[in-house]
């Protein structure tokens, strides 16, 4: 079956038509295809992947042309067994480049003179469409109305990315800026402890919703309550906490609070699992954590502490910049203490929330098909791509995509068995030119967000796997291997935290866990910047991690010096 190529299979087409990975042609193009295995891995189900590659892509080159970034004109993406492939555009002439940085210059200055107002704008623009595609009751429309909600909803999407792209390239190249003055005049870099202390001890809207969801924890214990939860299979609590008294209200105001921020799914880069909103197990078991764990919210004492430590670290910085260099190194500071902020809220407003109203739309338009009969089941909406829903929505007992979504769905459960290459290389092309290629580049999202620096490996310290440092510190205990945030609930206190990467599901569990161990990673992933908050270490890199280490195993982390040792063996 070799439906990622693009081949037909018995009438099946390709899952994203022009953008599915060709060896010849885009080797010819580009020698590197990094795979973005930060949002992809575990493989995407071919709906998501139609609309990441696509949509995704666009913003990238959005955003890149927008700012007018001297560097590079965002990135191409393709799809391969259901990961996304990326390789930047370059801007390819000196004369090109000086151009280009001169409209920068211009392009950057709202980012730099009323960040907060302009992000307040974007979000405003985009919660605005959102609640338009809400208005529809998807039970009580019709099949037009249900195929134009699904086309808004792919216009949303686009937008979406549009923002998202526009707004991370400002605030990710304003960080870029600050870090190469910090390398230049301190000699620091984003990997460095004082690096560390002047951009942490914000809150962020992602923070926020925790937080809400301890104070329903500590809600719960007032009504006795959490008795019941404590007791309770995951699967059970909403039913349990119904039946007892004042239950009903408290699950009434818990679903108020998901009506409101419940518009994600545990992961943030698919549309196959339910919404909080759908299915409120995800959030209550997190609540249930937090009952387990006891005592108040130690963020807010973290942050306190964080902040402090950051006034500190500014003093001393400040007081070694000449004063010619103060105003704009000043400047850039400021911006990129945004840069944690928007990477966390970035998620809730933009990722999370459009995926959910993606979902919501396409489960709409698959409870039609599936009672037409067009596919076996509800879930087979994940397996077939827009084309084919826009070639059956409006009479769909006319059609039958059950052998589409079937050869589809046995592709991706390949898959999922077979792990896809971090990078694809032209002959001759090695890792180290690749990683060259990145560095030229200057693009900050592929630098701190998506690809990240290679660890250094360091024989001396007979360290059993090298990463690179998210968060400093050092770190001793039992590791926890999640491999899904289905597994999420099996996280005890005082464990290392080892998985392939993490999103905002996984907040929570960074309240009372000592460490954190990423294969994939950067300064600004999700994993580094709640690690800083949380003032845990992070190793980010490592690559293995979720391979050679076993749950259980004692190990120890120094994320200062990027390692790691396996004690029990």
């Known amino acids: ?62 955003g890149a042309e927008k700012l007018s970034l001297p560097t590079v004109k965002g990135w191409d993406w393709r799809f391969k067994n259901g990961g996304g492939y990326l390789t930047l555009l370059l801007v390819k002439t000196e004369a090109e480049q000086k151009a280009r940085e001169q409209r920068f210059r211009e392009a950057i200055r709202p980012f730099v003179e009323n960040y907060d107002t302009l992000w307040q704008s974007q979000l405003d623009e985009i919660l605005a469409r959102y609640e338009e595609l809400k208005e529809l009751d998807l039970d009580k429309a019709s099949n037009i109305e249900l195929l134009d909600n699904f086309e808004q909803t792919i216009n949303v999407c686009r937008r979406m990315w549009e923002i998202h792209m526009y707004m991370m390239y400002g605030t990710f190249t304003a960080y870029i800026l600050f870090e190469n003055m910090c390398r230049n005049l301190l000699q620091i870099d984003d990997t460095h402890p004082l690096f560390h202390k002047l951009i942490t001890g914000f809150d962020n809207k992602v923070l926020q919703v925790d937080k809400r969801i301890w104070e329903f924890s500590k809600q719960a214990e007032k009504l006795g309550l959490s008795e019941i939860v404590l007791k309770s299979e995951p699967k059970d609590i909403v039913r349990n906490i119904e039946k007892a008294p ?21 992961r943030m880069s698919e549309m196959n699992m339910p919404t909080w909103i759908e299915d409120p197990t995800p959030p209550l078991t997190n609540m249930k954590q937090f009952i387990v764990k006891g005592g108040g919210f130690n963020l807010e004492e973290e942050r306190a502490k964080l902040g402090r430590e950051r006034e500190e670290a500014e003093k001393e910085v400040l007081a070694k910049i000449a004063p010619e260099q103060k105003g704009w190194f000043t400047t850039l500071l400021r911006l990129a203490q945004k840069s944690g902020v928007f990477s966390e809220e970035h998620d809730h407003y933009l990722d999370l929330y459009m995926h959910a109203l993606m979902r919501r739309s396409a489960v709409g338009i698959a409870k039609r098909l599936a009672a037409a009969s067009t596919i ?177 195993q004692r190990i120890r982390i120094d994320a200062n010096m990027g390692a790691l040792f396996i004690l029990d063996k």
């Not at 991706?412 to 890792?431: H, Q, R, S, Y």
């Not at 620096?453 to 400093?472: I, N």
């Open 1 to 62: 079956m070799t439906i990622s190529n693009g081949h037909d299979v018995g009438g099946l087409s390709a899952v994203v038509p022009g953008f599915e990975f060709d060896e010849k042609t885009d080797l010819a193009q580009s020698p590197a295809w990094f795979l973005d295995g930060t949002h992809s891995v575990p493989p995407w189900t071919p709906l998501f992947g139609w609309f990441w590659i696509n949509f995704c892509r666009h913003g990238m080159q959005y």
């Open 246 to 266: 004042g239950g009903r209200d408290f699950m009434q105001g818990f679903r108020k609070f998901l009506n409101e921020d419940g518009w994600r799914m545990q």
């Open 376 to 552: 076996a089941s509800a879930d087979d909406i994940f397996f077939i791509v827009p084309e084919e829903i826009r070639r059956v929505a409006l009479a769909p007992e006319q059609f039958d995509l059950k052998p589409v979504a079937a050869a589809r769905r046995a592709a991706w459960n390949e898959w999922c068995k077979t792990p896809n290459p971090p990078v694809i290389l032209a002959d001759g092309f090695d890792m180290n030119q690749a990683m060259a290629v990145l560095v030229k580049s200057n693009d900050p999202i592929a630098l701190k967000v998506v690809v990240g620096s290679m660890p250094v490996v360091r024989p001396e310290l007979k360290a059993d796997l090298h990463g690179t440092c998210g968060s400093p510190g050092v770190a001793e205990g039992r590791a926890r291997v999640i491999m899904s945030e289905d597994e999420l609930a099996q996280v005890q206190p005082g464990e290392i935290l080892v998985a392939a990467t993490t999103s905002p599901s996984w907040t929570p569990v960074f309240s009372f866990i000592k460490g954190v161990v990423v294969d994939r990673g950067a300064s600004l992933s999700h994993a580094a910047i709640v690690g800083r908050e949380y003032g845990i270490p992070v190793l980010m890199n490592v690559f293995a991690g979720t391979q050679q280490i076993k749950t259980g």
